[in-house]
């Protein structure tokens, strides 16, 4: 399987910036689909943003044009640019990947999430 190892949380205060970074633990021969999630206390999980197969990019309406979400092939993580962060941005971030890796055999489908990390924005 691949594991999702998340980082880059913490507790800034508004408009300050932070850069989530979500490492994998092998390397990906394909990706379906990845992107960012996020839910706040009481709240459900909700898409921040993605990025498809085709290597388009989705934001949710709330977030367009603070964040920025990018991918380095080569070190197999995806990032999570956010500035300008506003206290309703508070939540728990997790990182989502559908894809295929190379066991040295076949190719193997996968669905990951990390564990998620916190980030708190203070006004």
């Known amino acids: 399987q691949v594991q999702l190892v998340e980082s880059g949380g913490g507790l800034v205060q508004a408009g300050e910036s932070l850069r989530l970074s979500c490492a994998a633990s092998?390397?990906?021969?394909?990706?379906?689909?990845m992107g960012w999630y996020r839910q706040a206390p009481g709240k459900q999980r909700e898409l921040v943003a993605a990025i498809s197969s085709g290597g388009s990019i989705n934001y949710a309406d709330f977030v367009k044009g603070r964040f920025t979400i990018s991918r380095d092939n080569a070190k197999n993580t995806m990032y999570l640019q956010m500035n300008r962060l506003k206290p309703e941005d508070t939540a728990v971030y997790y990182c989502?990947?559908?894809?295929?890796?190379?066991?040295?055999?076949?190719?193997?489908?996968?669905?990951?999430w990390g564990q998620g990390t916190q980030v708190t924005v203070s006004s």
């Open positions: 092998r390397n990906i021969f394909s990706i379906n689909a």
């Open positions: 989502n990947v559908d894809g295929k890796y190379f066991t040295g055999s076949r190719y193997s489908s996968f669905v990951s």
